[in-house]
């Protein structure tokens, strides 16, 4: 595995059997049938449980049976599932950064002692809903509402986009409190089987196919109080989960990307045209040292953050950075993998033309590209271009 400046020769026994665990598993597990599931559009039956098992979701918390891994232990798995399929990460990141997270740093201890146990072993799944139809980049417009009465909020609106809805016991559903003074959004764990709530699928994909996707529509949905995650207020809460994914995200992208290289490496060594292997022509070599380049500079950049992360000095602009990096990283490299696949390349017997399909998603959810460029510009200059 392209590993060209020898980073994980730095890596501790915890981190490797992890970074080896996932590899296994993503070899056993995922790489068999993934090109069906992605022709098929279905997302492997099991796996949230086979995951949960080994311990792949938010294993850097710790406490409520959660191990407290590394940062970078975290990345190399986030890394090694991206290098099978984003939808798998997307699956894990979603469950870990996004559902577990938030119930993690912001609610009760009632809301952890219920949520956490069973999410971490994969025995109940969770979503995230922030997205609506008319919000995606700007959330903070959202017109999801939330309303008191008596000790019971009622909850109304619509949410989109949103990975496992449809498989979910459990959403975090952001939505803003009309009843509290200037009408702050709080996060709501609204169980799906309630009354009001509808999960429908979003089937018309054509990338992060072995993923589910689908709505949360809200009509009048009564939830008690306590569902309320009591300890955050305003757009920091579902911002701070954000950061969580996208760091993730950030790694995730280099596996990605990696397997595209190894795929392409593989290739240009048995196909033979002109009388020796395609390989062994100047141009292949080239495509083949631009994508280790790139791929390795990015993979300079989540380790040091990964550093940043564990002794609290990242910032939010620094994931911002390395998502938009290394997603465009990875959606160029695939290109230039399959290319180097000709015809073969346009199939699922390959990797890359499914990789590259899926970084169309990655290029976008999670703040798009513009966004984070917009959020490094503001960073840089100190003035705001978003609106
Ligand atoms: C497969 C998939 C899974 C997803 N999973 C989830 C999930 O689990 N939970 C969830 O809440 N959401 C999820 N999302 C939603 C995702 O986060 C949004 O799609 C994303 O935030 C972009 O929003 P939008 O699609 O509405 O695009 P828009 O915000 O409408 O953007 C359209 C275009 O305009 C650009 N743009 C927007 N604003 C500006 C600006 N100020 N300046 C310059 N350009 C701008 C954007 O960069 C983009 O190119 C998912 C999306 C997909 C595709």
Known sequence: MLDYVALEADLDSEERMIRDTAREFVDDRIRPDIGTHFEEGTFPEGLMAEMGELGFFAPNLEGYGLPGVSETAYGLLMQELEAGDSGIRSAASVQGALVMYPIYAFGSDEQKEEWLPKLGTGEAVGCFGLTEPEHGSDPASMETRAEKDGDEYVLSGSKTWITNSPVADVAVVWARDTSADESPVRGFLVETDHDGVSTNKIDEKLSMRASITGEIGLSDVRIPEENVLPNVSGMK???????????????????????????????????????????????????????????????????????????????????????????????????????????????????????????????????????????????????????
């Not at 190894?262 to 022509?281: C, H, L, N, V």
């Not at 950049?301 to 990964?306: E, I, P, S």
Request: net charge neutral; with cysteine; charged share 20%.
């Open 237 to 387: 809460g579902p911002l701070s989960c954000l950061t969580q994914a996208r760091y993730g995200i950030a790694w995730g992208a280099v596996g990605a990307a990696r397997d595209c290289f190894e795929t392409a490496r593989a290739y240009a060594s048995d196909r033979e045209q002109f009388g020796k292997p395609i390989g062994g022509f100047q141009i292949q070599q080239q495509k083949l040292a631009e994508m280790a380049t790139q791929i390795t500079t990015s993979q300079l950049l989540v380790h040091r953050l990964a550093d940043l992360k564990e002794r609290g000095d990242l910032r939010p602009q620094h994931v911002s950075m390395a998502k938009r990096n290394n997603v465009r990283m990875a959606r160029d490299q695939a290109r230039i993998a399959r290319e180097m696949l000709g015809g073969n390349g346009i199939t699922t017997d390959y990797s890359p033309m499914r990789h590259m399909a899926n970084m169309e998603t990655v290029y976008t959810y999670e703040g798009t590209h513009d966004i984070h460029t917009l959020i490094l510009g503001q960073d840089l200059t100190g003035i705001a271009a978003f609106e």
